[in-house]
C-alpha cells in the first residue's frame, strides 16, 4: 500500500511526524512525505527534531502570501507529484489551508483521501477563520476519518458522514514519547537560564488571525499587568515571526523584565517548556491539547474553541481576548491553590499515546492487508 502523507506548517508536522515513524515500521506500506512549505523555519525545526525527511517538498512559501496563492500553489505542486507516486491514499491532517488544498488535489485524481484529526468545530465558518471551513470542506472530500474523540465522531455523524469514522485519540499526545526528557538541556539559552524549581513560568502564545489588532493588544495588556503585580513569575512568549504580532507584543511588553519575549522556539524545547510550566495562556489550538498531557491549567485567549472536551473534563477555561478577564482568570490560578489544582488534575481527554498505531492498523484492515 502506498500512503503519500501531506503536511506544510509547524502544528502539523508536531502530529504528522510520529504518524510518519509509525507507517515507515511496517513493510506492507510504502510511505511517502509531502512538504507544502506553507511554513519554512519552524518546519524545518519539527522535521529535524523526529528525523523525519521530506520525499517532496512543494516549497510555495511567499513573501505577503494569500489565502487563495497558498491554495492555488499546493494544488499546482501536488498534481504533478500525485501523478507521479499514484498513491492508494493520501493522508492530510487538520484545518490548513494545506489540508484543503491537498484533499481537494487528491479528489480531482480520485485519490480517497484520509483526515487525520477530522470532526473538530466550532460552529461558526468564520471562527477561526479559515480553519473552520478548512477542516468542514477537507471532511466533505475525505472517505476516511481518524476522529481524536467520541464527540469529534458525533460531529462528523451530525454531519451526514457515517462511513469509516475511527475514534483513535489525537496524535501530538505519540509526540511526547520521542520529545520530552526528564534531563532535558533547552537550546534556547532564556529557556536554559530559567529555575523552574523557584520560580512559576507562564507560557503565552497568540498570533490567530482573528487576534490581531485589539484583541492581541487587549491580550498583552493583560499580560503586563501580570507581570507587573507577579515579578517572581516569569511570563515566557514565543513571539510568531508574522510582523502584525511582533510589532504589537513587542511594543507594550518588551521593557518589563519578567516578560521574556523568544523567538519561535523548536518542538523540543516547547514540549519541555510545557512540561516544566505552571500554567499556560494561548490562542493556539495544539496547545489545548499539549498541556493538559502534563497537568498544566490552559487558559484560551479567544472566544470559542473547537475542542471542548478539555472544557468539560475541566483542565482548560476559555476566558476570551478581554483584558480585565483575563487578567482576573490568571490572577485566580496564580493565588488560588485549589482553583489551579482542580485544573491541573483534570483528565486529559486526548488519548494515550498510541493513536498512530490505532490509525495504521485501521488502514492496514481496510486495504486487507490485516484483519
Known amino acids: 500500500m502506498k500512503i503519500l502523507i501531506?503536511?506544510?506548517?509547524r502544528p502539523e508536522a508536531i502530529k504528522m511526524c510520529p504518524l510518519v515513524l509509525v507507517l515507515k515500521k511496517h513493510k506492507e506500506i510504502d510511505c511517502k512525505v509531502c512538504l507544502t512549505g506553507q511554513h519554512r523555519e519552524m518546519l524545518d525545526q519539527v522535521?529535524?527534531?523526529?528525523?523525519?525527511?521530506?520525499?517532496?517538498?512543494?516549497d510555495i512559501m511567499k513573501n505577503r502570501q494569500t489565502l487563495t496563492t497558498i491554495t492555488t500553489s499546493v494544488m499546482e505542486g501536488l498534481e504533478t507529484v500525485l501523478e507521479q507516486e499514484k498513491p492508494d491514499i493520501?493522508?492530510?491532517?487538520?484545518?490548513?489551508?494545506?489540508?484543503?488544498?491537498?484533499?481537494?488535489?487528491?479528489?480531482?485524481?480520485?485519490?480517497p483521501v484520509?483526515?487525520?484529526?477530522?470532526?473538530?468545530?466550532?460552529g461558526d465558518i468564520y471562527s477561526p477563520f479559515p480553519e473552520e471551513m478548512n477542516r468542514l470542506l477537507t471532511d466533505r472530500i475525505s472517505t476516511?476519518?481518524?476522529a481524536p474523540t467520541e464527540l469529534n465522531r458525533q460531529n462528523l455523524l451530525k454531519e451526514g458522514i457515517s462511513n469509516n469514522i475511527f475514534v483513535t485519540g489525537n496524535t501530538v499526545i505519540d509526540a511526547f514519547h520521542y520529545t520530552v526528557k526528564d534531563d532535558y538541556v533547552f537550546s534556547n539559552e532564556i529557556l536554559d537560564s530559567i529555575n523552574y524549581r523557584s520560580r512559576k513560568v507562564i507560557t503565552v502564545t497568540a498570533h490567530r488571525r482573528e487576534n490581531l489588532g485589539r484583541p492581541l493588544e487587549n491580550i498583552c495588556n493583560a499580560i503586563k499587568r501580570l507581570a507587573t503585580e507577579y515579578k517572581d513569575s516569569y511570563f515566557v512568549y514565543p513571539v510568531h515571526l508574522n510582523p502584525a504580532v511582533r510589532d504589537t507584543v513587542f511594543t507594550i511588553l518588551s521593557e518589563i523584565d519578567n516578560v521574556k519575549l523568544i523567538e519561535p522556539v523548536d518542538v523540543l524545547d516547547m514540549h519541555n517548556l510545557l512540561a516544566r510550566s505552571y500554567m499556560v495562556m494561548t490562542d493556539s489550538g495544539g496547545l489545548q491539547e499539549e498541556a493538559p498531557h502534563f497537568g498544566k491549567p490552559v487558559l484560551v485567549l479567544r472566544t470559542e474553541t473547537e475542542r471542548p472536551e478539555a472544557v468539560e473534563a475541566g483542565t482548560v477555561k476559555v476566558v476570551g481576548v478581554d483584558s480585565e478577564t483575563i487578567y482576573k482568570e490568571a490572577k485566580k490560578l496564580i493565588d488560588d491553590t485549589n482553583a489551579y489544582q482542580k485544573m491541573a488534575h483534570a483528565v486529559n481527554p486526548y488519548g494515550d499515546g498510541h493513536a498512530s498505531e490505532r490509525i495504521v492498523q485501521e488502514l492496514l484492515r481496510l486495504e486487507g492487508i490485516e484483519k
Request: aromatic share 18%; glycine share 8%; proline share 0%.
Open 114 to 122: 484520509g483526515h487525520v484529526e477530522a470532526g473538530l468545530r466550532t
Open 6 to 9: 501531506v503536511f506544510g506548517t
Open 47 to 58: 522535521m529535524k527534531a523526529f528525523e523525519v525527511e521530506a520525499d517532496y517538498n512543494l
Open 90 to 111: 493520501v493522508l492530510v491532517h487538520g484545518d490548513t489551508t494545506t489540508s484543503y488544498a491537498a484533499a481537494l488535489a487528491a479528489f480531482y485524481q480520485k485519490i
Open 144 to 146: 476516511y476519518y481518524f
